[in-house]
């Protein structure tokens, strides 16, 4: 097949996850934007403490989107709300007015409120869970398997659907908030705080965060888990402009260059070499979305950006030096 015809075959599959959106308008991206065209203000949430490069990927991922749709749909602004919110009510606020656009972990309950844009834009590390523990404790060091985890307790979000899915492979869960999180675990109340490959490097260098607290150099929890883009449930329109915007990039490459730019996602890579991976189910994961991992995943890893890219090339230790 030759390089055309991959292209194509590529498009095809892809936008076919998209089949429920209408997409507007096909020619190719252009600097010229009509002045008949609206100019179209954006609301996104805040950044959470922790997770500052994991939100500004986000962030310019979906610039990129809206930039080079801008001769179709016209130009963009984005304002970032003043306010820190919970990411379930990050969600709430695209039904009430309040935000236009946010990302999040998916879930079966989250499509049916609000429309996904089903393109994982983390490429599937968001559910490989990389764990916190209290600085001197090596017992997960013995686990090989996933009856030997169930005899620990993590702890885990009001509103994350993570609590779901580790409770539905019996693994007990005490339930509170991000903050709290950290150091529940640092004063032995919970045995483990799983947290994404992406994010936990930039969490654990926040001593605000993670005093008392260490990398467990053992283990990862993996488990089907995307992260999408997420518009309210009555707002085909800019779910399409996003979807088509997205599809443009991974075409030309961008999308690629992007995500292996984050210093997070190499970083990520790294914490998962060389540790038991232990497999969950997901039963929160829908089949569209399950659909698009299978086919969207394959298409990321085979992209040229990705096979130049050197797995060998040095990244930040896992861990910073301890204080």
Known sequence: MDIKAKSLSRIILLMSLLAHFVVHGQQQPSDDVSAD????????PNVHPGRDSVYSYAKSLLTEALRVTQSQYGTFELIVSNQ??????????????????????????????????RIPIMAGLFGKRALFVKEG???LKKIKNLADLQEFRAVLGYDWPDTKIF??????????????SFRIVSEGFADIFPRSVMEINEEFADKTLSQG???????????????FFFVGSDNQALAGRIAQGLLMLFETGKFQELLLAHKNFKEGLSLIDGRTIIEI??????????????????EFAMSEAVLKYDA?????????AKQ
């Open 84 to 117: 820190e919110t919970a990411q379930e009510r990050q969600l709430r606020s695209l039904e009430h007015n309040m935000l236009d656009v946010t990302w999040s972990v998916t879930s079966t309950e989250r499509e049916r409120q609000f429309l996904p844009i």
């Open 312 to 320: 060998t090339e040095p990244v930040a230790p896992t861990q910073a």
């Open 213 to 227: 607290l260490t990398i467990d150099d053992n283990l990862i929890i993996s488990y089907p888990s995307p992260i």
């Open 137 to 139: 404790d090596v017992r």
């Open 37 to 44: 065209l609206p100019h179209t203000v954006l609301r996104l």
């Open 167 to 180: 409770r539905a492979n019996d693994i007990p869960v005490l339930e509170t908030t991000y903050r709290a």
């Open 281 to 298: 189910d997901n039963p929160l994961l829908s089949e569209q979305s399950r659909l698009a991992l299978e086919k969207f995943l394959p």
